[in-house]
Nanobody
Framework: QVQLVESGGGLVQAGGSLRLSCAAS????????MGWFRQAPGKEREFVAA????????KYADSVKGRFTISRDNAKNTMYLQMNSLKPEDTAVYYC?????????????????WGQGTQVTVSS
């Protein structure tokens, strides 16, 4: 089991930037893929981005591609989500997740380990 703790959320104006962090501890080696999801009020939990820990291969949702960048620091066991050109529709609780599935899966059901979430609010 891996423990995940998100940080870096906050309030930002449209067009601004935020960087989210996800610190991982425990048996991280059992979770080769990690990702970011978000959930807005009244909506389904939505895939944002994922990364293969060892190789760095990445996948993005179409809604964020070109604006968000997922990355990781192996030495720190930390994953990041750099969010640029933020829009009001990006407002959501953002969750860090990890999965034992060894491919870039995009459904929440495929991820078995979750952080507590961090709120991102983008004002217009």
């Amino acid at each position: 089991q891996v423990q995940l703790v998100e940080s870096g959320g906050g309030l930002v104006q449209a067009g601004g930037s935020l960087r989210l962090s996800c610190a991982a501890s425990g048996r991280t080696f059992s979770n080769p893929v990690m990702g970011w999801f978000r959930q807005a009020p009244g909506k389904e939990r939505e895939f944002v981005a994922a990364i293969v820990w060892s190789g760095g291969t990445r996948k993005y949702a179409d809604s964020v591609k070109g604006r968000f960048t997922i990355s990781r620091d192996n030495a720190k066991n930390t994953m990041y989500l750099q969010m640029n050109s933020l829009k009001p529709e990006d407002t959501a609780v953002y969750y860090c997740a990890a999965t034992a599935v060894g491919v870039l899966v995009t459904t929440a059901k495929s991820y078995g380990n979750w952080g507590q979430g961090t709120q991102v609010t983008v004002s217009s």
